[in-house]
T-cell receptor, first 116, second 109 residues
Framework: DAGITQSPRHKVTETGTPVTLRCHQT?????MYWYRQDPGHGLRLIHY???????DKGEVSDGYSVSRSKTEDFLLTLESATSSQTSVYFC???????????????FGNGTRLTVT | KNEVEQSPQNLTAQEGEFITINCSYS?????LHWLQQHPGGGIVSLFM???GKKKHGRLIATINIQEKHSSLHITASHPRDSAVYIC???????????FGEGTQLTVNP
């Protein structure tokens, strides 16, 4: 299995507080993604990265920011958490053959975030 | 925008049955992925394909590019196959990966 670790696995926080989720990979893959998974919506892309310090927005990026200061780490930050950001967050990585779809995806185990 | 539709949404089968899950999409793609997610668990990539057919153990995935349709088959199903199966497509434009909502499969002993 691809080496991807998400932390924390579970998080409960209050509305208005900042939250940072971490994704760490040991595969040296170029592409890293943050998705959220909600009932009735499937997986939706929040942000992705195509290299160190190279990031771009996905379809549901409002309220989220990311940073990638080194190849192995991709951080997702909720600057001021809201109840609508209660979700399960998945990090994924893929190899160097394309931004989407052209390389196998490997997912982390997810982070369950509850905003009260 | 690519629309990805999976059917059925829910499927219950008896152990040993042959199972088919379908995925249809609306625009040209570079590749299609089948993913598996067990309850409370992570997401595992089963197949990535852009043409023809792939087989891994009891799982078979096929794709018909002209008809914009893919199927995932499970032969001799087993309770441990119970999971959500997700189809995802990467568009030829290379701009995004679109996911279906998943098919919940339950295999009873």
């Amino acid at each position: 299995d691809a080496g991807i670790t998400q932390s924390p696995r579970h998080k409960v926080t209050e509305t208005g507080t900042p939250v940072t989720l971490r994704c760490h990979q040991t595969e040296n893959h170029r592409y890293m993604y943050w998705y959220r998974q909600d009932p009735g919506h499937g997986l939706r892309l929040i942000h992705y990265s195509y290299g160190v310090k190279d990031t771009d927005k996905g379809e549901v990026s409002d309220g989220y920011s990311v940073s990638r200061s080194k190849t192995e780490d991709f951080l997702l930050t909720l600057e001021s958490a809201t109840s609508s950001q209660t979700s399960v967050y998945f990090c994924a990585i893929s190899g160097n053959r394309g931004r989407y779809g052209n390389s196998p995806l490997h997912f982390g185990n997810g982070t369950r975030l509850t905003v009260t | 925008k690519n629309e990805v539709e999976q059917s059925p949404q829910n499927l219950t089968a008896q152990e040993g049955e042959f199972i088919t899950i379908n995925c249809s999409y609306s625009v040209g793609i570079s590749a299609l992925h089948w993913l598996q997610q067990h309850p409370g668990g992570g997401i595992v990539s089963l197949f990535m394909l852009s043409s023809g057919k792939k087989k891994h153990g009891r799982l078979i995935a096929t794709i018909n590019i002209q008809e914009k349709h893919s199927s995932l088959h499970i032969t001799a199903s087993h309770p441990r196959d119970s999971a959500v199966y997700i189809c995802a497509v990467g568009e030829t434009s290379g701009s995004r990966l679109t996911f279906g909502e998943g098919t919940q499969l339950t295999v009873n002993p």
